[in-house]
């Protein structure tokens, strides 16, 4: 059966660090990849999402990056945090039309 | 106006009543639709997938409208268990790739 794990489970960071949250999906081959904020009271925001290895497409402008060294890997970075990127992030995957699921999640916190 | 849009509520039904929800889109090309449950502080978990004949899941009976553009949700018999945002998910095609645009979601609380 297919997995997705998402690390950390929460983290809190200063303003002006750097970001690194990494996803990993089990059990398929060649998944759309996805990420996501869920700012406090509001929806999901799409961030980027992936086809495939190093292709990445972004959604939305900001100082957030994501990278896809391996098919079922799937990175999001910045070099510099900005309060404005606190939030709840999840990764999430899917194949074809079929519907995403998603990782547990990382709340993020900027200080 | 808004790919996918829902009323944010929240609704608060007592236990054992019956409520709806309803979601509208925009574009009339979409092709697939679900409904997601997500708990307070948790992920968003798949509830069930919408069809134009109609899902049903128990409680649970998920139903597309193409013609109005909107799908809908209802749940009978509420239980407590059931309080929750209930996300609604729209799929299309786009440039080759897939577009999948969540809802806000709607907010619902059981009361005892």
């Known amino acids: 059966s297919q997995t997705i794990h998402q690390w950390p489970a929460t983290l809190v960071q200063p303003v002006g660090s750097p970001l690194s949250l990494e996803c990993t999906v089990e059990?398929?081959?060649?998944?759309?990849l996805y990420w996501y904020r869920q700012a406090a009271g509001r929806g999901l925001q799409l961030l980027f999402y992936?086809?495939?290895?190093?292709?990445i497409s972004s959604e939305v402008p900001q100082n957030l990056s994501a990278s896809r060294p391996q098919d079922r890997q799937f990175i999001l970075s910045s070099k510099k945090l900005l309060l404005s990127d606190s939030g709840f992030y999840l990764c999430?995957?899917?194949?074809?039309?079929?519907?995403?699921?998603f990782g547990d999640g990382t709340r993020l916190s900027i200080l | 106006r808004k790919e996918v849009e829902q009323d944010p509520g929240p609704f608060n039904v007592p236990e054992g009543a019956t409520v709806a929800f309803n979601c509208t889109y925009s574009?009339?090309?979409?092709?697939?639709f679900f409904w997601y449950r997500q708990d307070c502080r948790k992920e968003p978990k798949l509830l069930m997938s919408?069809?134009?004949s109609g899902n049903e899941d128990g409680r649970f009976t998920a139903q597309l409208n193409r013609a109005s553009q909107y799908i809908s949700l209802l749940i009978r018999d509420s239980k407590l268990s059931d309080s929750a945002t209930y996300l609604c998910?729209?799929?299309?095609?786009?440039?080759?790739?897939?577009?999948?645009?969540f809802g806000i979601g709607t907010k619902l609380q059981v009361i005892p």
């Open positions: 574009n009339s090309a979409s092709q697939s």
């Open positions: 059990g398929t081959s060649n998944p759309n």
């Open positions: 999430a995957w899917s194949t074809g039309h079929q519907p995403q699921h």
């Open positions: 992936s086809v495939g290895i190093g292709q």
């Open positions: 919408v069809y134009s």
């Open positions: 998910v729209v799929i299309y095609n786009s440039g080759g790739y897939q577009k999948v645009t």
